[in-house]
C-alpha cells in the first residue's frame, strides 16, 4: 500500500474529483469542500486548503481510497466503489501518525 499525502488542493481535485463523483451523492461533504478549495474562494478558517489533510492509499490495482479533512471538522473517508480495504484504513491511520 501507497500512502500520499498531498499540500496542494489543485493537485488533489485533479486525482481524485472523478473518484468522488463515482458516488457523487454519497460524497457531497468532500466534494463540495474540494471544489471550494480548487476555485481558491472563501479562503478562511477552515475553508483555507493549507490547513486541510488531503491523503490517499493505493496499490497496485490503483486508487484504495481518499481522504479529506478540513480542520476542525472530521476526516472523510471514501473507500473507492465502497470496497472497504482493512489493510488501506490501516494504512492510512498509520502513516497520519507518522505524519
Known sequence: MTFKLYQDVKEFYQDYYSTYMIHEA???IPL???VMGYK?????DWRDPV???MAS????NGIRL???MTPPYNLTIY???NNINDEAILCLIDSLFSH
Open 26 to 28: 454519497q460524497n457531497l
Open 32 to 34: 463540495g469542500n474540494l
Open 40 to 44: 481558491g474562494e472563501d479562503k478562511f
Open 51 to 53: 490547513n486541510w489533510i
Open 57 to 60: 492509499i493505493s496499490d497496485e
Open 66 to 68: 481518499c481522504a479529506l
Open 79 to 81: 473507500a473507492k466503489d
